[in-house]
């Protein structure tokens, strides 16, 4: 039997992690991010399916494809958190556990970084932690989704 999918989906600018100011981000590339993610999802079972963006509808895309297919979405949206109100509408349409994941945190940051439209939709925000976000991001996944179906 194929093993659960969790959709890890990385907004814009991410795939610039490392380069992009790592005094707020960190020095770790988004594949070493996605790597530790992958780690930890296959440690509990899980695969992990990887998709990055700089377009605002190949995001929407994405999460319309894991409708019905995927058991859970960790997102890290990049600005696109702050403004983008047709993702929200896609994520409404998603019915798995969603959870909003930053390497910063964002309410320590411009006020126009305060406002967050996934996070209303998220069972879980996790900010501010870094490179080790992205593991507990996917186990708060994977327990979410354990709880639900035993
Ligand atoms: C970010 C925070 C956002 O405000 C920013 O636009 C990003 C990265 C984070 O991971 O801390 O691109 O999502």
């Not at 509808?57 to 297919?69: E, F, P, Q, T």
């Not at 702050?82 to 940051?109: C, F, M, Q």
């Not at 126009?112 to 870094?130: F, M, Y």
């Amino acid at each position: 039997m194929s093993r659960p999918v969790i959709l890890l989906l990385s907004g814009p600018n991410l795939n610039l992690l490392g380069e992009r100011e790592p005094e707020i981000y960190g020095h770790e590339r988004l594949l070493d991010h996605v790597a530790s993610a992958r780690e930890r999802a296959q440690s509990r079972g899980f695969d992990l399916e990887h998709m990055q963006s700089n377009h605002e509808g190949a995001l929407i895309d994405a999460v319309h494809s894991a409708r019905k297919r995927v058991v859970a979405i960790v997102i890290n949206p990049g600005a696109l958190t702050h403004y983008s109100w047709s993702l929200h509408d896609a994520l409404v349409t998603y019915d798995g556990p969603i959870i909003e994941l930053h390497l910063s945190n964002p309410k320590e940051r411009e006020p126009w970084r305060h406002i967050s439209v996934v996070e209303p939709l998220a069972i879980a925000s996790i900010v501010g932690k870094g490179a080790a976000g992205y593991p507990e991001a996917i186990d708060t996944a994977i327990d979410a989704y354990q709880e639900k179906n035993g």
